[in-house]
């Protein structure tokens, strides 16, 4: 069959924040789908060692942080020993907020635009410039978040990283000349540690306002993520909403 993006299934997936909620959820099903897979989050869950004792051929993990670029960067490489080089990559990682903007430190804001945002972007060079050094083609997916749309309180700083994931992932689109897809998945609210913070009330608010009448579900975005690292597509430069059409 003809592969109208040129760009093939990606077949090592490096997935940031892999040890819990979402990106948990993401490297399962990667694994499910035969795709190998480097994980990596500060702390190495019991969960994620259980994928790692059932995959063991198949994935990689790595108790790193993100912000640290010499530690990212030994990562990557152990992962190309292990499972070959990276053609496909998840930033998934990010620390959430619950603070207003008025009450946010410098510090806080610093910390927040770091791990979100100034990281993510040095990690991806990183494995870019060798994925682009070998002659390969992979696919990025950024996830980001309905608030980089539209506002809420208590999320100003959180909102302005994944709104600048959104605008990066259009240009890096451009940028890479089809090489290398590029594509961000924008989910609303779903129950996770970053979102224990959001009470019953504003959980119901948010279900009334979703014409499908649930909460995102992790279970909602790991197919989306899957078809933008191994479907083709011609998907490249889009951010993708997954909220039920809540913001609608
Ligand atoms: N939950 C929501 O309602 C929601 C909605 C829209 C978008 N999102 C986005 O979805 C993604 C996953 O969120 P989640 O709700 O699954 O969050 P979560 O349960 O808090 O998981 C976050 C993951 O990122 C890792 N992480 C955080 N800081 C890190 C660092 N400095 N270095 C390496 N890993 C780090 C965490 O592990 P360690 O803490 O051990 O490092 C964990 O594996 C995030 O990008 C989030 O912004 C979430």
Redesign the pocket.
């Known amino acids: 069959m003809s592969d109208p993006t040129g760009v093939p299934p990606s077949s090592v997936v490096l997935v940031?924040?892999?040890?819990?909620?979402?990106?948990?959820a993401i490297v399962a099903d990667l694994l499910a789908s035969g795709v190998k897979v480097a994980a990596?989050?500060?702390?190495v869950?019991a969960e994620l060692t259980a994928l790692a004792t059932k995959y063991p051929d198949q994935l990689h993990v790595g108790a790193?942080?993100?912000?640290d670029p010499q530690a990212t960067s030994a990562f990557v490489k152990q992962v190309e020993e292990k499972l070959g080089p990276v053609d496909g990559i998840v930033n998934?990682?990010?620390?959430?907020q619950d603070s207003l903007h008025v009450h946010t430190s410098a510090e806080q804001i610093a910390d927040i635009i770091q791990?979100?945002l100034t990281?993510p972007l040095i990690l991806t060079r990183f494995v870019l410039r060798r994925m682009l050094a070998k002659g390969l083609k992979g696919r990025i997916v950024n996830?980001?978040?309905?608030?980089a749309q539209r506002g809420y309180p208590g999320l100003v700083a959180?909102s302005a990283t994944?709104g600048g994931m959104d605008a990066a992932t259009r240009s890096l689109a451009r940028e890479l000349g089809g090489r290398v897809l590029a594509n961000s998945v924008?989910?609303?609210?779903?129950?996770?540690?970053?979102?224990a913070v959001l009470g019953p009330t504003q959980l119901d608010q948010i279900v009334r306002r979703t014409p499908t009448g649930h909460l995102?579900e992790?279970e909602d975005v790991v197919p989306v993520v899957r078809m933008l690292l191994l479907e083709n597509t011609n998907v490249n430069g889009q951010v993708l909403v997954i909220d039920g059409a809540a913001s609608v």
């Open positions: 940031s924040g892999g040890s819990r909620g979402l990106g948990l990596f989050a500060r702390t869950t790193v942080d993100v912000n998934n990682a990010a620390v959430g791990t979100n990281s996830v980001t978040s309905i608030c959180y994944k924008a989910p609303g609210f779903f129950a996770s540690e970053m979102s995102t992790p």
